[in-house]
């Protein structure tokens, strides 16, 4: 069975600071894909990227982050020169290649409540 | 504008009353799911479906009913709603096992008094 795991439940920062969450995840596919999304206030679920497990490059877009170690089955997420409008909750989420029975699920973490302080 | 259109956003109701969720896509997605999202629990799927008039169990199905009479449509039924179905809810779609084309709707946020 799958399993996501985000064992920071909350994190503090002031603003300028990095941060980095973390995500670790378990699967027996060999192929799978792994997503961070972002909820602000407002409730809606950003989409912020997504990785194939056949993809180890990490990637960078603006003042995020990503380093994915299949090593240590982690895809930790790093924010740059927080910013106060970086303050949400963060989900980590895993898909497994093969859809059984069609059921085509996201996995997800128990997120990370982010609060970037002035 | 490719989209999941959920409504409504919030509501508001008493425990036994019925009350339907609808959910809507315009990418001619074959996959839709709904999750139920819970503080420190994160998102569980509750029903899915890969198809019109088929659809299966989540992890969370229990109170729950669901149909897919069209492709576009996949509403989300509370028969008989109870206080522990108060959660924020969403809609997915999909286009299929390669991991791109997941997207959720803005979610509707139910309180069950």
């Known amino acids: ?118 | 504008e490719a989209q999941v259109t959920q409504n409504p956003r919030y509501l508001i109701t008493v425990t036994g009353k019925k009350l339907t969720v609808t959910c809507s896509q315009n990418m001619n997605h074959e996959y839709m799911s709904w999750y139920r999202q819970d503080p420190g629990l994160g998102l569980r799927q509750i029903y899915y479906s890969m198809n019109v008039e088929v659809t299966d169990k989540g992890d969370v199905p229990e109170g729950y009913k669901v149909s897919r009479k069209e492709k576009r449509n996949f509403p989300l039924i509370l028969e008989s709603p109870s206080p522990n179905q108060t959660s924020l809810y969403f809609c997915a779609s999909s286009s299929g096992s390669d991991g791109y084309g997941y997207t959720f709707g803005s979610g509707t946020r139910l309180t069950v008094v």
Do not use: H, M
């Open chain 1, 1 to 118: 069975a799958q399993k996501v795991t985000q064992a920071q439940t909350e994190i503090s920062v002031v603003e300028k600071e990095d941060v980095t969450l973390d995500c670790v995840y378990e699967t027996r596919d060999t192929t799978y894909y792994l997503f961070w999304y972002k909820q602000p206030p407002s409730g809606e679920l950003v989409f912020l990227i997504r990785r194939n497990s056949f993809d180890e490059q990490n990637e960078i877009s603006g003042r995020y982050s990503w380093n994915f170690q299949k090593s240590t089955s982690s895809f930790n997420f790093t924010i740059t020169a927080s910013q106060v409008v970086d303050s949400a909750v963060y989900f980590c989420a895993l898909s497994e290649a093969e859809i059984t029975g069609g059921r085509n699920k996201l996995t997800f973490g128990t997120g990370t409540q982010l609060k970037v302080e002035l």
